[in-house]
Every structure is written in C-alpha cells, then in structure tokens.
C-alpha cells in the first residue's frame, strides 16, 4: 500500500516534467525558425561595400583634396549646376540661387525681372573643386541639386520641426540601421535644437 502511494505521487510531478519539457520544446523550434528566418534575410540583404560604411575620418591626415572627394561622394547632384547662398545686406533677406557666369553681365542677365530658371541665357556654372573648395573653406557657402534630371537622386535630406521630431529621427535612424542604409544626424543652420537635419545617401 505505501508503495502504491508512493507511485501516485511521483506520476503527477513526471507528467508536469514532461509537460514542461515539451513546451520548452516548442520554445526551441520557434526561436530556430526565427533565426533561420533572420539569417534568409540577412544573406538577402546587399553587401555594404567600404564607399557605403561610414569612413574613419582624421581630419589631421586628410590633404585638401581627399576632404573634396569625401564631400563629392556624401552629396552628389546635378553636374551642370549648383547654388551658392546669397544675403540681401539691407534687407537682411537671404536664400540660395544658381551660379551663372553671365550673372549681373546687363547684356545677358535681367534680375530680377527674369528669374535664372527662365533665363534664355543661363550659364550655369558646375559644382567644381575650385567651388567646393571655396565652400570648404568658408569663402562662400554653396548648395547642391539632388534631384537628377531623371528625377532619381544620391542622398535624401529630411528637415524635422515639429514637437515630435526627436522620436521621429529616431525612427528613421533605426529604419536605416535595418535596412543597411548609412545615415548622419546634423543640426540645421538656424542652431535652434528642434530642427536637426537628416542626411540619407541613397543608390540610384
């Protein structure tokens, strides 16, 4: 009799063990489909190649001319054309308008009658060494085109200034970090802290 007590209680503690363990199981099976559903991804994803990865800059060994090629590869645009910031002294208006070799030559340039967008003899000037130079050095402060004429583009720039903007840029950043897209997180020119810009480069 005391034995058959003693089989009786030790089948409940098995089957609870045995239960447990299957369940245990099932964790198992699930976590190795979720993994192997993850490496599938993974291998599926582009290989980012060394242009891609964010470069390991010293600024103290760089010459001046891997600083314009640096530049070149991070905002890449329009070839033909490019901006250059310009400020009103008396009004203290300011905005960004193409380089043209004929500007304020009266035979040829007419502002601010005819815009530089309808000018019928634009000569616009490319984006450069001489000119990224100069932006480089703070001798003038020049803006790139990024939509192509095919209206693809390089690089993406996101201005975010409402009250959610730091979630916001987050989301974004960790968007990027899955899908092995670079990303940069940079103030705005105005300094104000809830207007951070985000610099997406792209591939075509």
């Known amino acids: 009799m005391y034995k058959n007590d003693e089989q009786n209680n030790y089948d409940p ?5 045995e239960k447990k363990i299957e369940e245990i199981n099932k964790q ?9 559903q993850s490496q599938a991804k993974l291998q ?5 190649t060394p242009q891609q990865s964010e470069p390991v800059i010293n600024s103290q060994t760089q010459t ?23 400020i009103n002294n008396k009004t203290g208006k300011k905005g960004y308008s193409p380089v043209c070799k004929h ?11 005819i815009k530089c967008s309808e000018c019928p003899n634009q ?37 975010f200034d409402k009250e959610n903007w730091l979630e916001d840029v987050g989301a974004i950043v960790e968007t990027c970090r899955e899908e092995g897209v670079p990303s940069a997180v940079e103030r705005s020119r105005s300094g104000r802290g809830d207007l951070p810009l985000l610099v997406v480069p792209t591939v075509v």
């Open 13 to 17: 503690q098995r089957e609870a063990l």
């Open 28 to 36: 198992i099976a699930l976590l190795n489909t979720i993994k192997n």
């Open 44 to 48: 599926s994803l582009p290989q980012i």
């Open 64 to 86: 001046p001319a891997d600083k314009i090629a640096l530049f070149k590869s991070y905002f890449r645009g329009r070839e033909d054309v490019y901006a250059k910031l310009w």
């Open 103 to 113: 500007e304020w030559d009266r035979a040829l340039c007419r502002k601010p009658i």
């Open 123 to 159: 000569g616009f000037l490319s984006p450069d060494e001489v000119a990224i130079r100069q932006h480089l050095t703070g001798a003038q402060i020049m803006g790139v085109y990024p939509m192509l004429k095919n209206e693809s583009c390089h690089f993406l720039a996101m201005d």
